[in-house]
């Protein structure tokens, strides 16, 4: 029994006095598993370390060695266009910034890697790495950094002497540390030298530092193929093997990579091609993170096949001539690059087509005119219904399957966000009374809110009252505001894994508080089965009485809010929720209790457990 600050001494001794005599056999511990995740953050935001679908991207643009405009920028002191670049990085999906402001033009890198450390720390809610070479600027920056940050990089080239630097600031400051596979003998080239050089800097900053397996994050080195030389034709091979071999001799560990690298020499077109195939196989193999532009990466499944046949051949070097040839092609043929103008892919489509491809493909120039020629055939319902949410549940199922890293989806998104405001213009919006009230909220740690954003514009445009409380919300706020608003149902969305842990603990929250409002979720990152999951409770293992509705999309949504808002279809709708959620955890359900009238949700919590006199 304790206080907080503001707890005064008499407080305490009628709490003890309170407690004091209670048969401890009453009240026994709760045994407790922990399970840990892997994870860096900001002062706003955590980041798992493990993304689901990996990697975890490491944005590499705020880095005075790998950017001319960081470098000049950096000279002139020019702080917010430094923090614009790392915004626009975050925009675009990274996950992590790389953070570098070691420049031979000026002496003060530690004071300047302060003052950078300090402006992102308030202005973007991505974790930092900061990578130095000088381990008092390492010190420096984690001193005044409001997070758990990650140190890039140690490695045995002179001996201990880095590691020996540098580990005890990790453990000082609870940093997560890239490690690169190179020792005395120099870079490791082969995946068994690899695993050797990650094992003897894992002993010691395990056994020696007391630092935790996955505070290590391995980098098993990438080597140009564009030089042509024999000795490192194997050499990409040997990285995608070195990382295979690491996650299954040293499984808590993580890896990363400068994918890029792999394709150092070549023209743009040659290098974009090469570097998005090469992340393909080596997130295949295990790697759970990747410094790499987003903007440079095109998606495996839509490189076209000769391109892919003349990656793959080079990568795992499998004729003399692998090089030549991939040079030779890109000679001869036109690849475009990034925005380059290309023949039109959407030749010869339908305009449901070319939307639909549009949307999966990241292009939003167009769309307008493309529903307009939509809606000479079909409704708005029947635009939504029939083409836009098809083509973001491929674009789903295309994350789900480790084809499309985050900042597709988000491009995707955009699309979609900018094709349904359109499309709003035609939607008949019911009016009179409300069918209903929803509190909806894309829940906390998770910035996207395209899923949400069209099941309000379902709903409000079938009657219902919808209160948006935006992204990234926090669960009492959720709570609070269903409480507020007398709300008929809480509707909740996340696209990550990690951010749908969120869902259960509002559930266990509410029946801790003795709520009653069903609840509504969605996003990519779940399915049915997570949905009948989180309805269990965690401390009784009774399911939430008010129920957890998964609803695949938008419609199903409506559907679901349809059922809840009339008393009989309610009843029936939970208890078949109910019946097949015991039917597939294999558990016997018991008698159903007497439930509320809906509507009726008490605000009341539950009384504490009062001590035996």
Same mark, same amino acid.
């Given at each position: 029994?304790?206080?907080?600050?503001?707890?005064?001494?008499?407080? %305490?001794?009628? %709490?003890?006095?309170?407690?004091?005599?209670?048969?401890?056999?009453?009240?026994?511990?709760?045994?407790r598993e922990?399970?840990?995740?892997?994870?860096?953050?900001?002062?706003?935001?955590?980041?798992?370390?493990?993304?689901?679908?990996?990697?975890?991207?490491?944005?590499?643009?705020?880095?005075s060695q790998?950017?001319?405009?960081?470098?000049?920028?950096? +000279?002139d002191s020019?702080?917010?266009e430094?923090v614009?670049? #790392?915004?626009?990085?975050?925009?675009?999906?990274?996950?992590?910034?790389d953070?570098?402001?070691?420049?031979?033009?000026?002496?003060?890198?530690?004071?300047?890697?302060q003052?950078?450390?300090?402006?992102?720390?308030?202005?973007v809610?991505?974790?930092? $790495?900061?990578?130095?070479?000088?381990?008092d600027?390492?010190e420096?920056? %984690?001193?005044?950094?409001?997070g758990?940050?990650?140190?890039?990089?140690v490695?045995?080239e002179?001996?201990?002497l880095?590691v020996?630097?540098?580990?005890?600031?990790?453990?000082?400051?609870?940093a997560?540390?890239?490690? +690169?596979?190179?020792?005395?003998?120099?870079?490791?080239?082969?995946?068994?030298?690899? +695993?050797?050089?990650?094992?003897?800097?894992?002993?010691?900053?395990? &056994?020696?530092?007391?630092l935790a397996?996955?505070?290590?994050?391995f980098?098993?080195?990438?080597?140009?193929?564009?030089?042509?030389?024999?000795?490192m034709?194997?050499?990409a091979?040997?990285?995608?093997e070195?990382?295979?071999?690491?996650?299954a001799e040293?499984?808590?560990?993580?890896?990363?990579?400068g994918v890029? &690298?792999?394709?150092?020499?070549?023209g743009?077109?040659?290098? #974009?091609?090469l570097?998005?195939?090469?992340l393909y196989h080596?997130?295949?193999?295990g790697?759970?993170?990747?410094?790499?532009?987003?903007?440079?990466?095109?998606?495996?499944?839509?490189?076209p096949?000769?391109?892919?046949?003349?990656?793959?051949?080079?990568?795992?070097n499998?004729?003399p001539n692998? %090089?030549a040839?991939?040079?030779?092609?890109?000679?001869?043929?036109?690849?475009?690059?990034g925005?380059?103008?290309?023949?039109?892919?959407?030749?010869? $489509?339908?305009?449901?087509e070319a939307?639909?491809?549009q949307?999966?493909?990241?292009? *939003?120039?167009?769309v =307008?005119?493309?529903?307009?020629?939509c809606?000479?055939?079909q409704?708005?319902?029947?635009?939504?219904?029939?083409?836009?949410l098809p #083509?973001?549940? =491929?674009?789903?199922?295309?994350?789900?399957?480790?084809?499309?890293?985050?900042?597709?989806?988000?491009?995707?998104?955009?699309? $979609?966000? *900018?094709?349904?405001?359109?499309?709003?213009?035609?939607?008949?919006?019911?009016e009179?009374?409300?069918?209903?009230?929803?509190?909806?909220?894309t829940v906390y740690?998770?910035?996207?809110?395209i899923?949400k954003?069209?099941?309000?514009?379902?709903?409000?445009?079938?009657?219902?009252t919808?209160?948006d409380?935006?992204?990234?919300?926090?669960?009492?706020?959720?709570?609070?505001a269903?409480? =507020?608003?007398?709300?008929?149902?809480?509707? +909740?969305?996340?696209?990550?894994?990690?951010?749908? *842990?969120? $869902?259960?603990?509002?559930?266990?929250e509410?029946?801790?508080?003795?709520l009653?409002?069903?609840?509504?979720?969605?996003?990519?990152?779940?399915?049915?089965a997570?949905?009948?999951?989180?309805l269990?409770l965690?401390?009784?293992?009774?399911?939430?009485?008010?129920?957890?509705?998964?609803?695949?999309d938008?419609f199903e949504?409506?559907?679901?809010?349809?059922?809840?808002t009339?008393?009989?279809?309610?009843?029936?709708?939970?208890?078949r929720?109910?019946?097949?959620?015991?039917? =597939? #955890?294999?558990?016997?359900?018991?008698?159903v209790?007497?439930?509320?009238?809906?509507?009726?949700?008490s605000?009341?919590?539950?009384?504490?457990?009062?001590p035996?006199?």
């Amino acid at each position: 029994v304790g206080g907080c600050c503001g707890t005064t001494p008499e407080h %305490l001794a009628k %709490l003890v006095a309170r407690v004091k005599g209670e048969p401890t056999a009453q009240r026994p511990p709760l045994e407790r598993e922990p399970q840990t995740q892997p994870a860096a953050s900001s002062g706003m935001r955590a980041v798992d370390l493990r993304q689901s679908p990996p990697p975890t991207l490491i944005g590499e643009r705020v880095n005075s060695q790998g950017s001319r405009k960081i470098k000049r920028l950096l +000279l002139d002191s020019n702080y917010d266009e430094i923090v614009q670049v #790392a915004q626009q990085q975050v925009d675009s999906g990274a996950h992590i910034l790389d953070v570098c402001v070691a420049l031979t033009e000026r002496p003060d890198e530690a004071a300047q890697m302060q003052e950078v450390v300090k402006r992102l720390s308030m202005a973007v809610e991505t974790p930092l $790495m900061i990578d130095s070479t000088e381990a008092d600027v390492i010190e420096a920056a %984690l001193s005044l950094y409001p997070g758990r940050g990650l140190i890039n990089s140690v490695n045995l080239e002179n001996g201990r002497l880095r590691v020996d630097a540098v580990l005890p600031i990790a453990r000082k400051h609870g940093a997560a540390v890239v490690a +690169l596979t190179i020792d005395e003998i120099g870079m490791a080239k082969t995946a068994e030298r690899k +695993l050797e050089v990650a094992r003897q800097i894992h002993d010691i900053a395990v &056994n020696e530092y007391d630092l935790a397996p996955e505070d290590l994050i391995f980098d098993t080195l990438t080597f140009t193929l564009a030089t042509g030389d024999p000795e490192m034709a194997d050499s990409a091979v040997e990285t995608i093997e070195g990382i295979k071999l690491i996650k299954a001799e040293l499984p808590a560990v993580l890896t990363s990579l400068g994918v890029s &690298n792999v394709s150092f020499g070549l023209g743009p077109a040659a290098r #974009a091609v090469l570097n998005s195939v090469f992340l393909y196989h080596c997130v295949d193999a295990g790697l759970d993170m990747a410094i790499v532009n987003p903007a440079h990466i095109t998606p495996y499944a839509e490189i076209p096949d000769d391109q892919r046949k003349l990656a793959n051949a080079l990568i795992f070097n499998e004729h003399p001539n692998a %090089l030549a040839e991939y040079i030779q092609y890109f000679e001869e043929h036109s690849v475009a690059v990034g925005d380059d103008e290309q023949a039109d892919p959407t030749e010869g $489509m339908t305009a449901e087509e070319a939307l639909h491809w549009q949307i999966v493909h990241r292009k *939003k120039e167009g769309v =307008e005119a493309l529903i307009d020629t939509c809606l000479t055939r079909q409704d708005a319902v029947g635009v939504l219904n029939n083409v836009l949410l098809p #083509a973001m549940k =491929e674009v789903g199922d295309k994350f789900g399957a480790g084809e499309l890293i985050l900042p597709f989806v988000l491009q995707s998104a955009e699309v $979609m966000k *900018k094709s349904v405001a359109y499309l709003e213009n035609f939607l008949e919006r019911k009016e009179g009374t409300s069918k209903g009230v929803i509190v909806l909220a894309t829940v906390y740690g998770d910035v996207h809110d395209i899923g949400k954003n069209l099941v309000r514009t379902i709903l409000s445009n079938n009657g219902y009252t919808v209160h948006d409380l935006g992204k990234q919300t926090p669960a009492n706020t959720i709570i609070d505001a269903a409480i =507020e608003h007398n709300a008929d149902a809480i509707g +909740l969305s996340a696209l990550l894994v990690s951010t749908s *842990k969120q $869902m259960p603990l509002i559930v266990n929250e509410l029946a801790r508080r003795g709520l009653e409002f069903p609840v509504l979720i969605g996003g990519a990152a779940i399915n049915r089965a997570f949905g009948r999951r989180i309805l269990f409770l965690e401390d009784s293992g009774q399911p939430y009485g008010s129920g957890v509705f998964y609803c695949k999309d938008a419609f199903e949504g409506l559907d679901v809010m349809e059922q809840l808002t009339v008393p009989t279809k309610r009843e029936e709708l939970l208890d078949r929720i109910v019946a097949e959620s015991y039917e =597939e #955890a294999g558990k016997s359900r018991p008698p159903v209790r007497d439930r509320r009238q809906p509507g009726q949700h008490s605000t009341v919590s539950p009384a504490p457990h009062i001590p035996t006199p």
